[in-house]
């Protein structure tokens, strides 16, 4: 029987996560046929220069020191963007208040999401997590270093949405990708993960 529209809008988040999925599969199968800690260093994550909610220009230095929780999403996302940032919010809020982390919101549409309109929007979650955006050159390198797939899907009247990976990347104290977080598992669990490279 052919799929109705409540069915494809239900899978559609299931087939993002599964094109991520499947490019990171492939990233760690370079990594492990390319010999460890150096080739992970290169193969996910990398330079980058952008701007922060509050205007300040900013790269990957500047959350070295201390592990980074990285996702790519939009503020116009209507569930999987927010859902995440809300689960990471809950994660963060579990770690010690002593520890330094990093939690980035890097956005895939930076047409639309200035760093005005990031600092609004984040403002529902925890303080600790930075919105990041830039030119489009600046955006696309970025994404193009973390192996983030993104789409434009046009919809009526001139508006898009667009579908991206959902991947959380964490990453160690040198910038460095270490796994995928899971923020299917309890907060507690994958608090205690983010532990173990403070």
């Known amino acids: ?21 499947v490019a990171l599969i492939g990233a760690a199968a370079f ?22 909610q509050n205007g300040a220009r900013v790269t990957e230095a500047t959350y070295r020191g201390a592990p980074s929780i990285v996702f790519f999403g939009y503020t116009h996302c209507p569930d999987v963007c927010p859902t995440t940032l809300f689960d990471m919010s809950e994660v963060l809020k579990r770690l010690p208040a002593d520890k330094r982390v990093s939690a980035l919101f890097i956005t895939v ?22 919105g990041l ?4 050159p600046e955006i696309d390198a970025t994404l193009k270093a973390y192996r983030v797939y993104s789409k434009k899907q046009p919809q009526e009247n001139g508006e898009y949405s667009l579908d991206h990976s959902a991947i959380i990347y964490l990453m160690d104290k040198q910038g460095r990708f270490v796994t995928a977080l ?13 532990q173990r490279y403070m």
Do not use: C, H, W
Request: hydrophobic content about 40%.
């Open 133 to 136: 955006s830039g030119l489009r």
């Open 1 to 21: 029987m052919p799929m109705n529209a409540k069915q494809k809008r239900l899978l559609l988040p299931l087939a993002i996560l599964a094109l991520g999925l």
């Open 31 to 52: 990594i492990v046929s390319s010999g460890g800690e150096q080739a992970r260093a290169s193969v996910i994550g990398g330079p980058f220069t952008l701007t922060d």
């Open 182 to 194: 899971n923020l299917q598992s309890p907060p507690e669990t994958v608090a205690k993960e983010i």
């Open 109 to 130: 549409d930076p047409e639309r999401d200035t760093p005005a309109a990031l600092k609004e929007y984040l403002s529902s979650f925890d303080p600790r997590i930075s």
